[in-house]
Protein backbone atom coordinates (compact mmCIF):
# COMPACT_ATOMS: atom_id res chain seq x y z
CA UNK A 1 0.00 0.00 0.00
CA UNK A 2 2.81 2.36 0.81
CA UNK A 3 5.29 1.86 -1.83
CA UNK A 4 3.63 3.97 -4.05
CA UNK A 5 3.69 6.80 -2.34
CA UNK A 6 7.40 6.73 -1.53
CA UNK A 7 10.12 9.47 -2.67
CA UNK A 8 12.69 6.79 -2.81
CA UNK A 9 13.29 3.79 -5.24
CA UNK A 10 14.48 0.50 -2.83
CA UNK A 11 17.23 -1.53 -4.17
CA UNK A 12 15.32 -5.51 -4.97
CA UNK A 13 17.17 -6.73 -0.78
CA UNK A 14 16.20 -3.56 1.03
CA UNK A 15 12.09 -5.40 -0.08
CA UNK A 16 13.09 -8.65 1.81
CA UNK A 17 13.02 -7.17 5.19
CA UNK A 18 9.48 -5.54 4.10
CA UNK A 19 8.16 -9.25 2.95
CA UNK A 20 9.20 -10.78 6.35
CA UNK A 21 7.46 -8.17 8.44
CA UNK A 22 4.57 -8.86 6.00
CA UNK A 23 3.95 -12.10 7.47
CA UNK A 24 3.72 -11.27 11.41
CA UNK A 25 1.09 -9.46 13.36
CA UNK A 26 2.59 -7.99 15.13
CA UNK A 27 5.59 -7.27 13.18
CA UNK A 28 8.53 -8.28 15.14
CA UNK A 29 11.99 -7.94 13.39
CA UNK A 30 15.65 -8.00 13.87
CA UNK A 31 17.48 -5.36 10.94
CA UNK A 32 21.35 -6.68 10.98
CA UNK A 33 23.12 -5.68 7.99
CA UNK A 34 26.55 -4.00 7.40
CA UNK A 35 26.99 -0.38 7.40
CA UNK A 36 25.50 1.25 4.32
CA UNK A 37 23.46 -1.45 3.12
CA UNK A 38 20.25 0.80 4.06
CA UNK A 39 18.84 -0.39 7.11
CA UNK A 40 17.04 2.76 7.65
CA UNK A 41 15.22 2.52 4.20
CA UNK A 42 14.39 -0.95 5.15
CA UNK A 43 12.74 -0.29 8.86
CA UNK A 44 11.16 2.80 7.26
CA UNK A 45 9.61 0.70 4.43
CA UNK A 46 8.17 -1.36 7.07
CA UNK A 47 7.06 1.60 8.86
CA UNK A 48 5.45 2.87 6.42
CA UNK A 49 3.51 0.02 5.39
CA UNK A 50 2.34 -0.64 8.90
CA UNK A 51 1.03 3.18 9.37
CA UNK A 52 -0.33 2.42 6.33
CA UNK A 53 -2.26 -0.11 6.84
CA UNK A 54 -3.95 1.44 10.35
CA UNK A 55 -1.92 -0.87 12.17
CA UNK A 56 -0.47 1.66 14.23
CA UNK A 57 -1.46 4.66 15.06
CA UNK A 58 2.15 6.33 16.00
CA UNK A 59 5.80 5.44 15.32
CA UNK A 60 8.77 6.38 17.53
CA UNK A 61 12.90 6.19 16.47
CA UNK A 62 14.61 5.35 19.99
CA UNK A 63 18.44 6.19 18.04
CA UNK A 64 21.57 8.14 19.47
CA UNK A 65 21.67 11.66 19.42
CA UNK A 66 23.96 11.92 16.33
CA UNK A 67 21.82 9.72 14.38
CA UNK A 68 18.35 12.07 15.20
CA UNK A 69 18.29 14.35 12.61
CA UNK A 70 19.17 11.87 9.54
CA UNK A 71 16.59 9.35 10.79
CA UNK A 72 13.77 12.77 11.04
CA UNK A 73 15.24 13.35 7.70
CA UNK A 74 14.94 10.55 6.30
CA UNK A 75 11.43 9.99 7.41
CA UNK A 76 10.32 12.88 6.03
CA UNK A 77 12.30 12.91 2.87
CA UNK A 78 11.54 9.40 1.84
CA UNK A 79 8.30 8.13 3.58
CA UNK A 80 6.61 11.45 3.98
CA UNK A 81 6.29 10.87 8.10
CA UNK A 82 6.52 14.01 9.77
CA UNK A 83 8.59 13.10 13.07
CA UNK A 84 9.38 15.97 15.63
CA UNK A 85 12.78 15.40 17.48
CA UNK A 86 12.72 14.36 21.24
CA UNK A 87 16.09 15.86 22.05
CA UNK A 88 17.91 18.04 25.45
CA UNK A 89 17.39 20.75 23.36
CA UNK A 90 14.10 20.44 22.35
CA UNK A 91 11.85 18.92 24.80
CA UNK A 92 11.07 22.32 26.33
CA UNK A 93 9.52 23.88 23.48
CA UNK A 94 7.95 20.61 22.39
CA UNK A 95 6.62 20.32 25.68
CA UNK A 96 5.09 24.23 26.28
CA UNK A 97 1.32 24.08 25.58
CA UNK A 98 0.84 21.03 26.61
CA UNK A 99 -2.60 20.04 28.64
CA UNK A 100 -2.48 19.11 32.13
CA UNK A 101 -1.96 15.36 32.27
CA UNK A 102 -0.98 15.35 28.40
CA UNK A 103 2.30 13.78 27.14
CA UNK A 104 4.35 14.90 24.40
CA UNK A 105 4.35 11.57 23.09
CA UNK A 106 0.09 12.02 22.60
CA UNK A 107 0.80 15.38 21.27
CA UNK A 108 3.08 13.89 18.75
CA UNK A 109 1.98 10.93 16.37
CA UNK A 110 5.35 10.55 14.98
CA UNK A 111 8.76 11.47 16.94
CA UNK A 112 12.40 10.60 16.77
CA UNK A 113 14.04 10.40 20.15
CA UNK A 114 17.45 9.96 22.08
CA UNK A 115 18.13 6.78 23.57
CA UNK A 116 20.37 8.40 25.91
CA UNK A 117 17.80 11.11 26.72
CA UNK A 118 14.85 8.53 26.70
CA UNK A 119 16.63 5.92 29.17
CA UNK A 120 16.45 7.27 32.68
CA UNK A 121 13.78 6.16 34.84
CA UNK A 122 11.34 9.09 34.83
CA UNK A 123 11.85 9.82 31.40
CA UNK A 124 11.62 6.06 30.25
CA UNK A 125 8.06 5.54 32.58
CA UNK A 126 6.67 8.47 30.77
CA UNK A 127 7.20 6.92 27.34
CA UNK A 128 6.39 3.63 28.07
CA UNK A 129 3.24 5.20 29.53
CA UNK A 130 2.52 6.60 26.16
CA UNK A 131 4.52 4.75 24.20
CA UNK A 132 3.00 4.06 20.08
CA UNK A 133 2.18 0.87 18.70
CA UNK A 134 5.32 1.18 16.10
CA UNK A 135 9.18 1.43 17.55
CA UNK A 136 11.71 1.40 15.73
CA UNK A 137 15.36 1.00 17.75
CA UNK A 138 18.40 2.10 16.14
CA UNK A 139 22.21 0.47 17.69
CA UNK A 140 19.48 -2.09 19.29
CA UNK A 141 23.15 -3.88 19.75
CA UNK A 142 23.51 -0.87 22.49
CA UNK A 143 20.47 -2.69 24.33
CA UNK A 144 22.29 -5.48 26.11
CA UNK A 145 22.82 -6.62 29.25
CA UNK A 146 25.77 -5.93 31.10
CA UNK A 147 27.71 -9.32 31.93
CA UNK A 148 29.95 -7.45 34.48
CA UNK A 149 28.28 -7.73 37.62
CA UNK A 150 25.92 -10.69 37.03
CA UNK A 151 22.67 -11.24 38.12
CA UNK A 152 19.23 -9.55 37.47
CA UNK A 153 21.10 -5.92 38.60
CA UNK A 154 23.59 -6.01 35.75
CA UNK A 155 21.49 -4.00 33.21
CA UNK A 156 22.23 -0.86 31.51
CA UNK A 157 19.32 1.43 31.33
CA UNK A 158 19.24 1.09 27.50
CA UNK A 159 18.35 -2.79 28.09
CA UNK A 160 15.62 -1.72 30.43
CA UNK A 161 13.94 0.38 28.70
CA UNK A 162 14.65 -2.13 25.49
CA UNK A 163 12.88 -4.46 27.42
CA UNK A 164 10.17 -2.59 28.77
CA UNK A 165 9.03 -1.52 25.23
CA UNK A 166 9.13 -5.26 24.06
CA UNK A 167 6.80 -6.34 26.49
CA UNK A 168 3.49 -5.39 24.79
CA UNK A 169 3.50 -8.43 22.91
CA UNK A 170 0.81 -6.51 20.56
CA UNK A 171 3.63 -3.58 19.50
CA UNK A 172 5.45 -3.83 16.38
CA UNK A 173 8.85 -3.83 17.18
CA UNK A 174 12.16 -3.17 14.25
CA UNK A 175 15.30 -3.59 15.48
CA UNK A 176 18.33 -2.13 13.75
CA UNK A 177 21.80 -2.89 14.32
Not at 80 to 85: K, P
Not at 96 to 111: A, H, I, P, Q, V
Given at each position: RSVANLAVEPRAYQYVPLLLAL???????????????????????????????????????????????????????????????????????????????????????????????IKSHTRRHEFLNHCPDLVIVDEAHGAVADGAGGGSHARTQRYDLLRAVAADEERHLILVT
Open positions: RQDPVRILIADDVGIGKTIEAGLIAAEVLAQVDADGLAVLCSPALAEQWQRELRDKFGIDAELVLPSTVTKLSSGLMMNESLFDRYRYTVISTDF
